[in-house]
């Protein structure tokens, strides 16, 4: 398995972002794919979740602001992050659910 997140930056509150992450050395088309974060000194929190037929959930604190999607076709899963907060500072992953195989996460940061 191996994960490679990217896309991160700085920016200005209110601003957008939009985080891919290019997986392979499983059955992408079949996976469950997440996007997590940790912030500076907090527990790594989920952040959203896509299932193979379409369908996503959120954590309350990002729902109607981002929206995970997937390219099965190239083993690609993205995350648009719309009017970004500071609270929103994080290095982000994305993860098969279940595995144990995290990428080397792309560093968020909101601040003006």
């Known amino acids: 398995v191996h994960i490679v997140e990217s896309g991160g930056g700085l920016v200005e509150p209110g601003g957008s972002l939009r985080l891919s992450c290019a997986a392979s050395g499983f059955s992408f088309g079949e996976a469950i794919m997440t996007w997590h974060r940790q912030a500076p000194e907090k527990a790594r929190e989920w952040v959203a979740t896509m299932f193979p037929g379409g369908a996503t959930f959120y954590t309350d604190s990002v729902s109607g602001r981002f929206t995970i999607s997937r390219d099965d076709a190239n083993g690609m899963l993205y995350l648009q992050m719309n009017s970004l907060k500071p609270e929103d500072t994080a290095v982000y992953y994305c993860?098969?659910?279940?595995?144990?195989?995290w990428g080397q996460g792309t560093q968020v940061t909101v601040s003006s």
């Open positions: 993860q098969e659910a279940g595995s144990t195989t």
